[in-house]
């Protein structure tokens, strides 16, 4: 079975900064787009950045713009999104889901991960 994982969630003060990580097995990151999404409970989920096969990273919220990055490592199977500046409103579970195409709706993904939980705050 195709899976992704994803880490390095946690508790940080607004200001601050964390790197999510998304970790594929048994298939290739490297042939996907990969997107990050963000959920919030009572809310649905929102697409916020994906890092296309090339490496570029589109933001969809313009929340996130110029504080969130993402990048690969085709060789780990992994792709990164660096979170900083963060704000209390960033806290969510994130996901990412892999793809064919950068887009910011959930239905066009069929593979994702369990989700890590991001906290923000003092």
């Known amino acids: 079975q195709l899976q992704l994982v994803e880490s390095g969630g946690g508790l940080v003060q607004p200001g601050g900064s964390l790197r999510l990580s998304c970790v594929a097995s048994?298939?290739?990151?490297?042939?996907?787009?990969i997107t990050w999404f963000r959920q919030v409970p009572g809310k649905e989920r929102e697409g916020i950045s994906c890092?296309?096969?090339?490496?570029?990273?589109?933001n969809f919220a313009d929340a996130v713009k110029g504080r969130f990055t993402g990048s690969r490592d085709n060789a780990k199977n992994t792709v990164y999104l660096q979170m900083n500046n963060l704000k209390p409103d960033d806290s969510a579970i994130y996901y990412c889901?892999?793809?064919?195409?950068?887009?910011?709706?959930?239905?066009?993904?069929?593979?994702w991960g369990q989700g890590t939980r991001v906290t923000i705050s003092s």
């Open positions: 889901a892999a793809g064919l195409g950068c887009t910011s709706k959930v239905g066009d993904y069929n593979y």
């Open positions: 890092i296309s096969k090339s490496g570029s990273t589109t």
């Open positions: 048994r298939f290739t990151l490297e042939h996907h787009d």
